[in-house]
């Protein structure tokens, strides 16, 4: 039985879970403290499926963000745990 997916908060571990050929989907964890298009773009050209962004982001902010990004899935996490899924412009 194998992984169904890495979270990783830098991306050296990104580096080097390819390096060793694993093939499971990688996503970047909140404590990666993605604010900006630029790192969410840089994060999937790395071949990330998945970016969740810092915590301390405001709903405008994310809005954003997820603009500039077209279909990559992210999630913001409050400080409770909780998590508001956004995908393509619609909340879940």
């Given amino acids: 039985m194998g992984a169904d997916a890495f979270i990783v908060s830098e991306p050296g571990r990104f580096s ?3 390096k060793n050929g694993i ?9 990666a403290n993605t604010t900006s298009r630029q790192a ?8 990330a499926k ?3 962004l810092a915590r301390e982001l405001s ?6 963000i997820q603009a500039g990004v077209g279909g990559l899935l992210r999630q913001r996490s409050s400080s409770t745990g909780l998590c508001a899924s956004l995908f393509r412009g619609a909340a879940q």
């Fill in 50 to 52: 998945r970016v969740n």
């Fill in 23 to 31: 093939k499971a989907p990688v996503h970047i964890s909140t404590q």
């Fill in 59 to 64: 709903l405008e902010r994310i809005r954003d």
């Fill in 16 to 18: 080097e879970l390819k």
């Fill in 40 to 47: 969410v773009m840089a994060y999937k050209e790395l071949g």
